[in-house]
C-alpha cells in the first residue's frame, strides 16, 4: 500500500496524490511530499525509488531488504536512514520485536518503506492531517516528528520490563521456581535486543543533530540532539536493568544452591541420628547370642527395656550436642 500526504504553502494537505503526480510536484522546491510504503511489494515500490526518485540502487537494496540496524548513509541530495520501531510481547514470555523503518529524506521529500505497521507512522499522519503547522517545517521537521514519536513508544516498555524485574526479585527471594529461571533469560534475551536497537539508534541522531547535512536545517539540529539525549537516558537505563537481571540471576542460583545446603544439611542430620540405632539393631540382630547357651538373660523384659531407652536417648543426646554445636 502506498500512502501520500502533499503539503504546498497556504493550501490544506492533499492524501490523494498519484504515483504519476510524483515527477511534477517534486519539481516544486517550496513544497512538501511524503510517501509511505507500507508492506508494499518489492517490485511496484523498486520501481518508484529508483525511477521517479533516483535513488541509488545500492540504497534502494538496503530499503527493500530490511536487515540492517540503524545507520544514516549521506547521498549528497538525500540522505538514507535506516530506523527501528519496536514492540512488546508478553502472551507467552517476554520478546522484543524490532521492525525496520527506512526513511529517505531530501529537500522537499520524505519517503518511508517499512513492511509492518509502525506506530509512530500513523501519529505522525493523524497529526499532520489535524494541524498543517507541523508539516509547513519541512521534511526535515517531519523525520523529526516520526523518531520522537518511535523513541517514546520505548518508554513503555521500559517501564512494563523494570516492574517485571521487580517481581522476578521477588519471586527469587520468596519462592524460586523453575519457570522464574526461564524468565530471568526471556529479559535478558528482551534486554539485550532492545540495547542492539538502542546503541547505533543513538549514534544516528548524534550524527542528524551534530553533522552537516544538505537536507537538513541546522536550525532543526536541535530538535534531533533533543531525541538523542531520550536514547542516552534509554541506553543508561537498558544497561541498569541489564545489571539488575544479571544480579537476579546470581541472587536465584544462590537461593537455589542455600537451599540444596539446607536439604543436604537435614538429610545428614537425619543420617546421623539413626546411626546409633542401626548400630544397636545391627548388634543385637546378630545370631551370636542364643538362649540355648545359658545366656536367656538378653531376652529379659528388663534388657529390652534398657536397649529400646539407649536407642531413643543416644539420638536424643546426639542432636541436643549438635545444636550446642550450632550444626542445626
Same mark, same amino acid.
Given at each position: ?13 492533499? /492524501?490523494?496524490?498519484?504515483?504519476? /503526480?510524483? =515527477? ?5 522546491? /517550496? ?5 509511505? !510504503? %507500507? ?14 526518485f533516483r535513488f541509488h540502487p545500492l540504497a534502494v537494496d538496503d530499503a527493500l531488504e530490511e536487515t540492517h540496524t540503524p545507520k544514516v548513509d549521506d547521498w549528497g541530495e538525500y540522505l538514507y536512514i535506516v530506523l527501528n520501531a519496536m514492540s512488546l510481547e508478553t502472551d507467552t514470555e517476554i520478546k522484543i520485536n524490532s521492525h525496520e523503518? %527506512? +526513511?529517505?529524506?531530501?529537500?522537499? @521529500? ?39 514519536? #518511535? ?5 513503555? #516498555? ?6 517485571? *524485574?521487580?517481581?522476578?526479585? %521477588? ?13 530471568? @533469560? ?7 535486543v532492545m540495547r542492539r536497537i538502542i546503541t547505533p539508534q543513538r549514534e544516528v541522531l548524534n550524527k542528524l543533530a551534530r553533522d552537516e547535512y544538505e537536507v537538513v536545517d541546522p536550525k532543526d539540529r536541535i530538535f534531533f540532539r533533543d531525541v538523542y539525549d531520550h536514547l542516552v537516558r534509554l541506553h543508561e537505563l537498558n544497561e541498569s ?13 544462590? +537461593? &537455589?544452591?542455600?537451599?540444596?545446603? %539446607?536439604?543436604?544439611? =537435614?538429610?545428614? *542430620?537425619?543420617? =546421623? ?5 542401626? !548400630?544397636? $539393631?545391627? @548388634?543385637?540382630?546378630?545370631?551370636? !547370642? /542364643? ?10 523384659? *528388663?534388657? @529390652?527395656?534398657? $536397649? ?5 536417648? &543416644? ?14
Open positions: 500500500m502506498i500512502r501520500t500526504l502533499f503539503y504546498q504553502p497556504d493550501q490544506e494537505p492533499c /492524501e490523494d496524490v498519484t504515483t504519476s /503526480e510524483f =515527477t511534477t510536484l517534486l519539481k516544486n522546491a /517550496e513544497s512538501l511530499l511524503w510517501v509511505d !510504503f %507500507d508492506g508494499e511489494p518489492d517490485a511496484s515500490a523498486e520501481a518508484i525509488l529508483t525511477g521517479i523503518l %527506512d +526513511v529517505f529524506l531530501g529537500k522537499n @521529500f520524505v519517503v518511508t518503506h517499512h513492511d509492518t505497521p509502525i506506530a509512530s507512522i500513523e501519529k505522525a499522519r493523524a497529526l499532520f492531517r489535524r494541524d498543517k503547522r507541523y508539516i509547513s517545517h519541512g521534511p526535515d521537521h517531519l523525520l523529526y516528528k516520526i523518531i520522537d514519536d #518511535m523513541v517514546a513508544d520505548y518508554m513503555p #516498555m521500559v517501564e512494563l520490563l523494570d516492574d517485571k *524485574i521487580d517481581e522476578i526479585e %521477588d519471586c527469587v527471594l520468596n519462592n524460586p521456581r523453575q519457570e522464574t529461571l526461564q524468565e530471568i @533469560f526471556a529479559l535478558k534475551r528482551a534486554l539485550q536493568m541489564r545489571d539488575l537481571v544479571g544480579g537476579a540471576l546470581d541472587t536465584y542460583l544462590s +537461593v &537455589v544452591n542455600n537451599r540444596m545446603n %539446607d536439604v543436604m544439611k =537435614t538429610l545428614t *542430620i537425619i543420617t =546421623t541420628l539413626f546411626m546409633p540405632i542401626s !548400630f544397636v $539393631t545391627g @548388634f543385637f540382630g546378630m545370631n551370636f !547370642f /542364643e538362649p540355648v547357651a545359658g545366656l536367656t538373660s538378653w531376652t529379659d523384659r *528388663i534388657v @529390652f527395656v534398657l $536397649t529400646l531407652t539407649g536407642m531413643i536417648s &543416644v539420638p536424643v543426646g546426639m542432636f541436643r550436642w549438635m545444636k550446642k554445636q550450632t550444626w542445626v
